[in-house]
């Protein structure tokens, strides 16, 4: 201000050309202070000249005349700028407050996801019901929702799980009791396409989509979202919200429903592996009761009834000696025999509960010995065929697997496939491990003997299946009668083989 009026002084004060220099300390207090504070830098200004012209010029009196119209002007722009001024801070003041309301509105919405992830966090850490989970995944993203739309309390949701390759509504929001039984393919539409690549979907007008289209809860939405509940290969069933407005789901949208979604598949996931556990619990105990049984019938069958002989034998023998020597020594010898062969049927017994050899060397040489002993007490022709370093892919608990469905199959077929020969085959295609057991018995109608197992009792099949299964293996049965039996096992040495294998 100082420097305009020193400006103004030295030019010809306020009368000058240079007038318009006052504008500069008028404009800057305008944008910074307001109006007010501009006309009175502005009347300053025009003041200090005045006085200025009549303490040092005598003739000031008659400049005062142009100056009051320069002065005039001066304030009139000072009273213009300042107006103007106080609009452009309004405006400025907005806009920071409107920035400022979104950066809030933003961290408001990531504050909102955190919580609806760390909830479902909480819930799948606390509870291993898939069906609480996926209720709670609805309920948080309604409540997430509401967070960021004041009208998302008319969206429409709805939870539909694979059973049987078919998908069957799990649990909803606002659906009609007739939609809760509906049953979709997933083979058309926004289902099939989600169901094929795992990717989520948004859908405009999704009553026109073939299979949703049975959904009466869905008919008046005009924005669809299909999120996949998927895990790796493993796909659980889909995650669908609707909403009557057009393109409600928007980025902010979409981020947070697919976050709690993907809290859901752990869910499911831990669902599945605890339901898995338990099965293979069971599953576990009954081939131990199995086994037992098996263990209790091969001992009544056979070294129970071979003691039994004995102690009849030598009752008989005993009472040989006083009437006739020379026969009780011959039954003796036979005693001998039956005792002999009593013991061999029994270790061979003890070698199938455990095998030793197994541990030390391995499979093949395990069989070979499970052969030998076979043709020792049973008189039963067992031929092992052994790739070079096949067994080696293998692992011990896989090795200890196979043995014993290699010792079900041979017993099977030396009991009731009257065979002459078995082979047990191992050999290596690509990245699976071949184990067969073919015999040239009598053969059977696989179809109506796996009918009629569970009438009959027996699990021998069952068991040979269920250790397969135990080292993710595939069974395979081929027979017919009066053409032998031919028993496969794959075991997958990688798991690009296990995914094959499990399809």
């Not at 069933?237 to 980025?251: E, I, K, M, W």
């Not at 030598?314 to 006739?324: M, T, Y």
Request: proline fraction near 3%; glycine fraction near 6%; charged fraction near 25%.
């Amino acid at each position: 201000c100082l420097l305009v009026i020193a400006v103004f002084q030295a030019s010809g004060r306020t009368t000058s050309p240079l007038v318009w220099m006052g504008l500069f300390p008028i404009i800057t207090a305008a944008l910074r202070f307001g109006w007010v504070t501009s006309v009175a830098v502005a009347a300053v200004l025009v003041a200090s000249d005045a006085t200025l012209i009549v303490a040092f010029d005598p003739d000031g009196l008659m400049h005062l005349v142009p100056l009051l119209g320069n002065g005039a002007f001066l304030i009139g722009a000072a009273a213009a700028t300042g107006l103007l001024g106080d609009r452009v801070r309004q405006i400025a003041v907005r806009e920071t407050l409107a920035q400022r309301t979104a950066e809030e509105k933003k961290i408001s919405g990531v504050r909102d996801r955190s919580k609806a992830i760390y909830q479902m966090a909480s819930l799948v850490s606390a509870t291993l019901n898939y069906q609480r989970v996926i209720d709670a995944a609805l309920d948080l993203s309604m409540q997430g929702m509401q967070d960021l739309s004041r009208d998302a309390g008319q969206m429409v949701s709805a939870v539909l799980l694979f059973q049987d390759d078919q998908l069957h509504v799990s649990s909803a929001r606002r659906l009609t009791p007739s939609d809760m039984k509906v049953i979709l393919p997933a083979e058309s539409g926004v289902l099939g396409e989600v169901s094929r690549t795992g990717n989520p979907q948004v859908l405009s007008d999704p009553f026109r989509d073939p299979e949703l289209v049975q959904f009466v809860g869905f008919r008046t939405c005009r924005s669809l979202m299909c999120i996949p509940l998927r895990a790796g290969f493993e796909n659980y069933g889909v995650f669908l919200y609707g909403h009557p407005r057009p393109d409600f789901f928007d980025a902010e949208h979409q981020q947070l429903l697919e976050a709690v979604v993907n809290q859901s598949v752990i869910a499911l996931q831990n669902a599945q592996l605890y339901q898995s556990l338990l099965s293979e619990k069971e599953r576990i105990v009954e081939v131990e009761e199995e086994a037992r049984k098996k263990l209790a019938r091969d001992l009544h069958d056979g070294p129970t009834q071979s003691v039994a002989a004995i102690a009849m034998r030598v009752n008989f023998a005993r009472r040989l000696l006083d009437r006739d020597p020379k026969q009780a020594a011959d039954e003796l010898f036979k005693i001998e025999d039956l005792a002999r062969r009593t013991t061999k049927e029994i270790r061979h017994m003890l070698f199938t509960l455990r095998p030793l050899i197994l541990e030390s060397q391995g499979l093949t040489a395990a069989l070979k010995q499970l052969a030998e002993k076979m043709r020792e007490t049973h008189s039963q022709n067992v031929i092992v065929e052994s790739e070079p370093s096949a067994e080696e892919r293998l692992e011990l608990n896989q090795q200890g697997v196979l043995f014993y469905v290699a010792e079900e199959a041979v017993n099977n077929a030396r009991k009731h496939a009257a065979a002459e020969h078995i082979w047990v085959r191992l050999k290596v295609k690509g990245d699976v491990f071949v184990f067969e057991i073919q015999d040239d018995g009598v053969g059977f109608n696989v179809g109506a003997v796996d009918a009629s197992y569970e009438q009959r009792g027996s699990l021998g099949m069952v068991n040979m299946r269920e250790r397969a299964a135990l080292v993710n293996g595939a069974h395979h049965i081929e027979s017919a009668e009066g053409k032998g039996t031919k028993i496969t096992v794959l075991v997958p040495l990688t798991e690009e083989a296990r995914e094959r294998l499990r399809t």
